[in-house]
Structure formats: C-alpha cells, structure tokens
C-alpha cells in the first residue's frame, strides 16, 4: 500500500545534540512538508519542498534544516539551535496541481533528555 | 493573515450526531478540509469540500459551507466511540504552492 513512513516514532534528544527524522513516501508526490504540533497550537509549518533539490521556509523554520534529493524522501534535522524542540513532528505529502489535500504520516515525537 | 479557529471540546452519547465548527478567515480559500487524528498518531484526511460547494455528504459524515459566512461545519451521524479523536479544520488558498493553514483541532469525546 502507499503512504508516508516516518520515524524513528520515538526520539530522545540530549542537549547540543543534532538529530534526524526520517520521512518516506511511496506516493509519488511531487511536494512534501514538515510540521511541528505542540498542545494547543495546532499544526506549525517548518519546511516545505515542491520538488526534487528545493525547499522553503515555512513559518518556523528557525533551528531546523531539510534536505531533498529524492522526490521519496526529506528528512528533517533539529539541530542545536532549536531550543524548545521537545513536540510531535508531522511529515506530509501532496499530488502535483493546485489544492490536492496533504497525506499525513504517523509522526515522531521528540523529547530532550 | 489565515486564520482557522474551531472550539476546543465536544463530547455527545454515543448514537447522537455530532457537529463540529470552524471558521475561516481568508475569503480566497478554494479548498476546506477535514482531518480526524487520533491518539500518537498523524492526521488521517476524512473530506474536503471545494469553495464553491454548499454542501458535501459521505456516509456518516457531512459537511456543510457558508461561504458568506465563512464556516463550516462537519456532521457525523450516529456517532460511535470510535469517533473519538481531534478533528482539525483546515483551508487552502492559491498559492506558489499548497498553503495550508490548519485551525487548532476539536476535541470529540464520545460517551457510551
């Protein structure tokens, strides 16, 4: 079946410490995204890409970086800088053309150790 | 800029129908969706509804638009306890890509 794989589901971080979230798709789609959820907050844009070797800032993209050289993968490095990163980290996908809906991955939660 | 804003709790007895709430703030949205996410687990897409629809129904669930208005409302007949989860409200706008802005999630808990 196709969709979105993330993980590590679990990850715990220990202080000045860089780590990486996976995210796989088997979908086909064009343009994937980042975000992080915190309680009450809703969902928070970190990065988007619509394709292969390019990638945007979203909303709150400070401490964080991206990378996509496959059109199935983008993972999502937080890294030192980011001093609140304890949240729950979504990785979605879309079709090509204007307003496909975002399929979801199960997402990570990070913690700090 | 986009604002999506939705209540933060609902409960019902299992069997009623459920309505969940949103509005929206950007009238340039094309499209309204709505996700259902369960405990430790990522948004699942339940419906969507283009803009220039009024109402949309499948299965359990319907979904309604006052664009004049700008809200929208999810009807889940005969709600089991499986329903139970956040149910977020989102709207996208033409964009240099798929904006999404997402309303902060709904509640619903179901009681036996």
């Known amino acids: 079946d196709g969709g979105i794989t993330q993980s590590p589901k679990y990850l715990f971080r220990k202080e000045g410490q860089n780590v990486t979230l996976s995210c796989e798709q088997n979908l086909n789609h064009d343009a994937m995204y980042w975000y992080r959820q915190d309680p009450g907050q809703g969902l928070r844009l970190i990065y988007y890409s619509q394709i292969v070797n390019d990638f945007q800032k979203g909303d709150i993209a400070e401490g964080y970086s991206v990378s996509r050289e496959k059109k199935e993968s983008f993972p999502l490095t937080v890294t030192s800088a980011q001093k609140n990163p304890t949240a729950f980290y979504l990785c979605?996908?879309?079709?090509?053309?204007?307003?496909?809906?975002?399929?979801f991955g199960d997402g990570t939660r990070l913690s700090i150790l | 800029g986009e604002d999506v804003e939705q209540s933060l709790f609902l409960s019902v007895r299992e069997g009623d129908s459920s309505v969940i709430n949103c509005t929206y703030t950007d009238s340039s949205s094309t499209y309204l969706y709505w996700y259902k996410q369960e405990p430790g687990a990522g948004l699942q897409l339940l419906t969507y509804i283009f803009s220039n629809m009024d109402m949309k129904q499948d299965q359990r669930l319907t979904v309604l638009l006052n664009k004049k208005d700008k809200h929208l409302s999810l009807r889940i007949a005969d709600t089991q306890t499986g329903d139970s989860a956040i149910y977020f409200c989102?709207?996208?706008?033409?964009?240099?890509?798929?904006?999404?802005?997402f309303g902060i999630g709904t509640k619903l808990q179901v009681i036996p």
């Open positions: 979605a996908s879309s079709a090509p053309g204007g307003n496909q809906p975002q399929h």
């Open positions: 989102a709207e996208s706008n033409p964009g240099g890509y798929q904006k999404v802005t």
